[in-house]
């Protein structure tokens, strides 16, 4: 996008300073364009593919939009909303429809194996919020729980879920599936066992509205790694190296100023960037939950947004043991990469 510039006070009239003057300060003038930064005319586009509808889990993004982190980088940054029914993270960025998305360890390592050229280059949490949740009057704590009941789980969890149930002896057909959508109430309703969503989101909601709930996170089920692990085609990291880095030091200097301004952030969500109906204290609580899931684990000793190979490992490895690739097929430099979020940190 174009920055615009105020009329120079030196803006005079040809008359006033007469033909030899004009022609020198336009000569000044000119030479004064070739040398101002390429940014200061068009900022460079990136197009950003959500997982979730827009709401506080996604607050960083927007506080760098709201502090001009990504205008002062030379970045239009555009963060497009998903959903239950939106286009799946990876095969936006694997199409070219997005420039960047976020998705996890597990969708990471099954998109390169289906052949989608895509690669992690950092993690917005260092721990993943997502869980199965239930009525703690009738809680699932693992999986052998799961079994006979009917659980509302979106279709991109639900591979993951049935390659832990076929690898601990379960057989997932014994599990009902049904659609998920934005509002817990169904579990609050009684009409399913279990809901998937992010304890931090979700799971806050209901516990807003007094539902006692029990939590089973999907890492503690046996599913590796980090949440808003973020993504971006090779052909991207290998030719827009530079522009990813500059968006990256944007968005760390975002998360760091959600963190900051929790309840902020959470206003800013619910009146200006969010999905309408957001409720605001619910955003708040989630706001202040961030910090248990962002600056932790090896975040804590690098940087806000750090990736590890260790989580990609376990992921590799999990994938052998569902009989999803043969072992040594896809190495861990085939779906993440270090390069990016050291630069963002200037980290040798």
Same mark, same amino acid.
């Given at each position: 996008m174009?920055r615009?510039?105020?009329p120079?006070?030196?803006?005079?009239s040809?008359?006033?300073?007469?033909r030899?003057?004009f022609?020198?300060?336009a000569?000044?003038?000119?030479?004064?364009?070739?040398?101002?930064?390429t940014?200061?005319f068009?900022a460079?586009?990136v197009?950003?593919?959500l997982?979730?509808i827009?709401?506080?889990?996604f607050?960083?993004?927007?506080a760098?939009?709201?502090?001009?982190?990504?205008?002062?980088?030379?970045?239009?940054a555009?963060?497009?909303?998903?959903g239950?029914?939106?286009?799946?993270?990876?095969v936006?960025?694997?199409?070219?429809?997005?420039?960047?998305?976020?998705?996890?360890?597990?969708?990471t390592v099954?998109?390169?194996i289906?052949?989608?050229?895509i690669?992690a280059?950092?993690?917005?949490?260092?721990?993943?919020?997502?869980?199965?949740?239930?009525?703690?009057?009738?809680?699932?704590?693992?999986?052998? =729980?799961? /079994?006979?009941?009917t659980?509302? &789980?979106?279709?991109?969890?639900?591979? *993951?879920?049935?390659a832990? %149930?076929t !690898?601990n002896?379960?057989?997932?057909?014994?599990?009902?599936?049904?659609?998920?959508g934005?509002?817990p109430?169904?579990?609050?309703?009684?009409?399913?066992d279990?809901y998937?969503?992010?304890?931090t989101?979700?799971?806050?909601?209901l516990?807003t509205r007094?539902?006692?709930?029990?939590?089973a996170?999907?890492?503690?089920?046996?599913?590796?790694?980090?949440?808003?692990?973020?993504i971006?085609?090779?052909?991207?990291?290998?030719?827009?190296?530079?522009l990813?880095i500059?968006w990256l030091k944007?968005?760390?200097?975002?998360?760091?100023?959600?963190? =900051?301004? /929790?309840?902020?952030?959470?206003? &800013?969500?619910?009146?200006?960037y969010? *999905?309408?109906?957001?409720? %605001?204290? !619910?955003?708040k609580?989630?706001?202040r939950?961030?910090k248990?899931?962002?600056?932790?684990?090896?975040?804590?000793?690098?940087?806000?947004l750090?990736i590890?190979?260790?989580?990609?490992?376990?992921?590799?490895?999990?994938?052998?043991?569902?009989?999803?690739?043969?072992?040594?097929?896809?190495?861990?430099?085939?779906?993440m990469?270090?390069?990016?979020?050291?630069?963002?940190?200037a980290?040798?």
């Open positions: 174009a615009k510039f105020a120079s006070h030196s803006a005079l040809i008359a006033a300073i007469g030899r003057g022609l020198k300060g000569a000044g003038a000119a030479a004064g364009i070739a040398f101002m930064p940014a200061a068009a460079e586009k197009t950003h593919q997982g979730w827009k709401s506080i889990q607050g960083g993004h927007f760098a939009i709201e502090n001009g982190y990504f205008r002062d980088a030379g970045i239009d555009e963060f497009v909303a998903g239950p029914n939106g286009i799946g993270s990876e936006a960025v694997a199409t070219g429809q997005a420039t960047t998305s976020d998705t996890d360890v597990d969708g099954r998109a390169r289906s052949g989608m050229p690669k280059f950092a993690a917005i949490m260092q721990k993943a919020p997502g869980a199965i949740m239930s009525l703690a009057s009738k809680p699932i704590n693992s999986l052998k =729980d799961l /079994p006979g009941k659980i509302a &789980l979106p279709d991109g969890v639900r591979p *993951q879920v049935n832990l %149930l !690898a002896g379960l057989d997932p057909a014994s599990v009902k599936y049904v659609p998920v934005t509002d109430g169904i579990l609050a309703a009684g009409q399913v279990g998937y969503g992010w304890a989101n979700q799971g806050v909601m516990k007094g539902v006692d709930i029990a939590v996170y999907m890492n503690d089920l046996g599913v590796p790694g980090y949440a808003g692990v973020l971006a085609s090779d052909d991207t990291i290998d030719k827009k190296k530079d990813l500059a944007a968005e760390i200097k975002g998360w760091q100023w959600q963190l =900051d301004h /929790p309840d902020e952030m959470a206003e &800013l969500m619910v009146n200006k969010g *999905q309408r109906g957001l409720n %605001l204290e !619910a955003q609580a989630e706001s939950m961030m248990e899931f962002l600056p932790i684990g090896a975040a804590a000793k690098n940087g806000l750090w590890e190979p260790e989580p990609f490992k376990a992921g590799l490895a999990f994938a052998v043991s569902a009989g999803l690739m043969k072992q040594g097929a896809l190495s861990v430099g085939d779906v990469t270090q390069e990016l979020i050291k630069a963002a940190h980290k040798a």
